[in-house]
């Protein structure tokens, strides 16, 4: 397939960007990791741009894209959609300069991120929160351009592609020796678009990998089919990184710049989330983990090399807290549910305590109402396990003590209910 290389980013452009916006927004810090790099036996650094005012990279964008506003489109205001990072940065620069926007968001965004972008953009900004995914709060902020606002995307445009490509402007100025790879977490294609642009120009020998959601793999599919596709449906949770479409310039130039994608469960992420936190005092969210949790993916060939993982943001709810923990222990094989039918005579619950849970098991969830009419009663339990292997063992002694057990893990439309 022939491409068209006047689609990408140039070098003017990002140093250009990088001029307009220097002044509000952070060139943040590249620094090594001793954990990721002991770990996987190579140098790996981490692009803190958790490290921003706004907690993401996404004011790169949002305010390069604003700086080009005519006076007659500041007078009559901004529009904007986003799942939180984006609105953000559109929020700030709003603020800063005076320009009175209009802001759509998921009903599902976090509401962290929510007060976070009323903060930042204080009485020049207004927030809607409709639908359920970004792309449906897109549609309500393109429906805001016919009052005469003008539409700041998040990420399918070129002022925007040009504004994220400082990223890969700092890094090539901060680190001077050959760098292998880049890893990028994908959402709508701003970033790695706009990094793989300027690494395409400038270091066209690194390779640059994007990492999504398995849950919502836009781009993963887009560019195995040649073609953009949008998703029917997807995960949110990783919220700065599930879109149902990517965009059009982006995947044109992501045909061009990525050397390949991966997918990385969500579990996976939180597990990374929760060893960000303890091991190295980092707060992210889900997609700011996305890039590192994909390193075990390609441990064998990353070996003495140099990799740059992106952190692409913090913006995380401390209320998500038990929803991460318990999906990286999903994940990791250590937390599994059951529907448990139960004798309803006096001491069946201690016959299961005795018989089935080894010495390391631990109830964590356990939802049983006593009905006198029936012989049986259904449980709810909640298991957690010390080692992934103990799994097998549990299963061995319910078998052996004749307990009668549905698996709700393997059921998820169940699981979701119950759990």
Same mark, same amino acid.
């Given at each position: 397939? *022939?491409?068209? #290389?006047?689609?990408?980013?140039?070098? !003017?452009?990002?140093?250009?960007?990088?001029?307009?916006?220097?002044?509000?927004?952070?060139?943040?810090?590249?620094?090594?990791?001793?954990?990721? #790099?002991?770990?996987?036996?190579?140098?790996?650094?981490?692009?803190?741009?958790?490290?921003?005012?706004?907690?993401?990279?996404?004011?790169?964008?949002?305010?390069?894209?604003?700086?080009?506003?005519?006076?007659? &489109?500041?007078?009559?205001? *901004?529009? =904007?959609a986003s799942a939180g990072n984006h609105a953000q940065g559109f929020a700030?620069?709003?603020?800063?300069? !005076?320009?009175?926007?209009?802001?759509?968001?998921?009903?599902?965004?976090?509401?962290?991120?929510?007060?976070?972008?009323?903060?930042?953009?204080?009485?020049?900004?207004?927030?809607?929160?409709?639908?359920?995914?970004?792309?449906? +709060?897109?549609?309500?902020?393109? $429906?805001?351009?016919?009052?005469?606002?003008?539409?700041?995307?998040?990420? /399918?445009?070129? +002022?925007?592609?040009?504004?994220?490509?400082?990223?890969?402007?700092?890094?090539?100025?901060?680190?001077?020796?050959?760098?292998?790879?880049?890893?990028? +977490?994908?959402?709508?294609?701003?970033?790695?678009?706009?990094?793989?642009?300027?690494?395409?120009?400038?270091?066209?020998?690194?390779?640059?990998?994007? *990492?999504?959601?398995?849950?919502?793999?836009?781009?993963?599919?887009?560019?195995r089919q040649g073609k953009v596709v949008t998703l029917e449906t997807i995960?949110?949770?990783?919220?700065?990184?599930?879109?149902?479409? *990517? %965009? /059009?310039?982006?995947?044109?130039?992501?045909q061009q710049v990525v050397d390949r994608m991966l997918l990385v469960p969500?579990?996976?992420? =939180?597990?990374?989330?929760?060893?960000?936190?303890?091991?190295?005092?980092?707060?992210?969210?889900?997609? %700011?983990?996305?890039?590192?949790?994909?390193?075990? !993916?390609? $441990?064998?060939?990353?070996?003495?090399?140099?990799?740059? =993982?992106?952190?692409?943001? #913090?913006?995380?709810?401390?209320?998500?807290?038990?929803?991460?923990?318990?999906?990286?222990?999903?994940?990791?094989?250590?937390?599994?549910?059951?529907?448990? $039918?139960?004798?309803?005579?006096?001491?069946?619950?201690?016959?299961?305590?005795?018989?089935?849970?080894?010495?390391?098991?631990?109830?964590?969830?356990?939802?049983?109402?006593?009905?006198?009419?029936?012989?049986?009663?259904?449980?709810?339990?909640?298991?957690?396990?010390?080692?992934?292997?103990?799994?097998?063992?549990?299963?061995?002694?319910?078998? +052996? #003590?004749?307990?009668?057990? !549905?698996?709700?893990?393997? &059921?998820?439309?169940?699981? /979701?209910?119950?759990?």
């Amino acid at each position: 397939m *022939v491409h068209d #290389s006047t689609v990408l980013a140039s070098v !003017q452009s990002i140093h250009e960007a990088e001029t307009r916006i220097r002044d509000n927004v952070r060139h943040t810090p590249l620094l090594p990791s001793a954990r990721l #790099s002991l770990a996987f036996d190579a140098n790996v650094l981490l692009k803190r741009e958790d490290l921003q005012d706004v907690r993401s990279y996404k004011i790169r964008g949002a305010y390069n894209r604003m700086t080009q506003l005519t006076p007659a &489109q500041r007078a009559a205001g *901004v529009v =904007c959609a986003s799942a939180g990072n984006h609105a953000q940065g559109f929020a700030y620069a709003c603020n800063a300069m !005076q320009i009175n926007g209009r802001i759509y968001m998921p009903a599902v965004t976090p509401k962290q991120k929510v007060d976070k972008v009323r903060m930042f953009g204080k009485e020049h900004v207004d927030v809607f929160l409709v639908g359920d995914t970004f792309d449906d +709060a897109a549609a309500e902020a393109h $429906k805001a351009t016919a009052e005469g606002l003008t539409y700041v995307p998040p990420f /399918d445009d070129p +002022a925007i592609v040009a504004g994220q490509g400082t990223v890969g402007l700092e890094i090539l100025a901060d680190y001077t020796e050959p760098i292998d790879y880049v890893l990028v +977490a994908v959402g709508g294609g701003g970033l790695i678009s706009g990094l793989g642009s300027y690494f395409h120009h400038q270091s066209p020998a690194t390779k640059i990998i994007g *990492v999504e959601p398995t849950g919502a793999p836009a781009m993963y599919e887009s560019l195995r089919q040649g073609k953009v596709v949008t998703l029917e449906t997807i995960d949110n949770f990783v919220d700065g990184a599930a879109v149902k479409r *990517v %965009g /059009d310039l982006n995947f044109a130039i992501a045909q061009q710049v990525v050397d390949r994608m991966l997918l990385v469960p969500e579990g996976k992420v =939180c597990s990374e989330m929760l060893r960000l936190y303890n091991d190295e005092g980092l707060v992210v969210e889900p997609a %700011g983990a996305l890039a590192i949790a994909a390193l075990e !993916q390609i $441990k064998d060939e990353i070996q003495g090399k140099t990799v740059v =993982c992106i952190v692409s943001g #913090s913006n995380n709810d401390i209320n998500r807290t038990e929803e991460i923990r318990d999906r990286a222990l999903l994940y990791e094989g250590l937390q599994h549910y059951f529907i448990i $039918k139960f004798p309803q005579r006096a001491g069946a619950l201690r016959d299961f305590l005795n018989n089935v849970l080894g010495p390391t098991d631990d109830i964590t969830h356990f939802e049983y109402t006593k009905k006198h009419n029936r012989e049986t009663g259904p449980a709810l339990v909640g298991l957690q396990i010390a080692k992934a292997d103990d799994y097998a063992g549990l299963i061995e002694r319910m078998n +052996a #003590s004749h307990i009668e057990y !549905q698996v709700v893990n393997e &059921q998820r439309m169940l699981f /979701d209910l119950l759990v």
